[in-house]
Nanobody
């Protein structure tokens, strides 16, 4: 089972980047998927998550209105569109998927925001936003 994140890079403040995370080894169409990030010297933090259906998304306050998470279950892929980037968005971005212990379930808000809800993690892709 592997999650492969891509799309990171260097961008100026105000610019945009689009991240992708392709899953292989099994299907992830029945559970939650998310993006977290970790800046140097800081804890890994929640960025965005999406339900199994793709119909409901959750965002950290710091990215709400600027980032959009989506998924394509046919392609086993989750995306993160990042607009109006700020220097404080600089971090390694990780995609994650839960174990689907309860397939096709809509959980409470806090489930999607908690690192411990996710069992599968990608290797991370670096996003650097210059001022």
């Amino acid at each position: 089972v592997q999650l492969q994140a891509s799309g990171g890079g260097l961008v100026q403040a105000g610019g945009s980047l689009s991240l992708s995370c392709a899953a292989s080894g099994r299907t992830f169409s029945r559970g939650a998927m998310a993006w977290f990030r970790q800046a140097p010297g800081k804890e890994r933090e929640f960025v965005a998550a999406v339900t199994w259906s793709g119909k409901i998304a959750y965002y950290a306050d710091s990215v709400k209105g600027r980032f959009t998470i989506s998924r394509d279950n046919a392609k086993n892929t989750v995306y993160l569109q990042m607009n109006s980037l700020k220097p404080e968005d600089t971090a390694v971005y990780f995609c994650a998927a839960d174990r689907e212990s309860m397939p096709y379930t809509y959980y409470e808000d806090n489930y999607y925001r908690t690192r411990e809800s996710y069992d599968y993690w990608g290797q991370g892709t670096l996003v650097t936003v210059s001022s």
